[in-house]
């Protein structure tokens, strides 16, 4: 195969996809391989906040407590790039 064929460039790229999903898979990260779409990323998010809101309410009388575990992890959510931007909207990414 020559370098110019389009069928070597089809290869090298779906092998340094499958490199790129290995890594990020050892380092604990969400990848493409995944398959993980905008629809359920916005639905994690949506989940995420009535969960920490109702948690709160309960445990916490609608307070935040430093020394809740919950609490700093979802405060520790909030701090995430990507979150961020689906909570301002997708059109804004």
């Known amino acids: 195969m020559s370098q110019n064929d389009p069928l070597a460039s089809m290869l090298c790229a779906s092998k340094v996809l499958q490199a790129d999903d290995e890594r990020g898979t050892q380092a604990g990260l969400v990848v493409q391989g995944e398959d993980v779409n905008w629809q359920s990323l916005d639905g994690l998010v949506e ?4 969960g920490m809101l109702t948690h709160r309410s309960l445990a916490h009388d609608g307070g935040l407590q430093t020394d809740c575990r919950l609490c700093q992890q979802a405060e520790s959510m909030w701090q995430n790039d990507l979150v961020g931007r689906l909570l301002r909207g ?4």
């Open 47 to 50: 989940l995420a906040v009535y």
């Open 90 to 93: 997708r059109d804004q990414l």
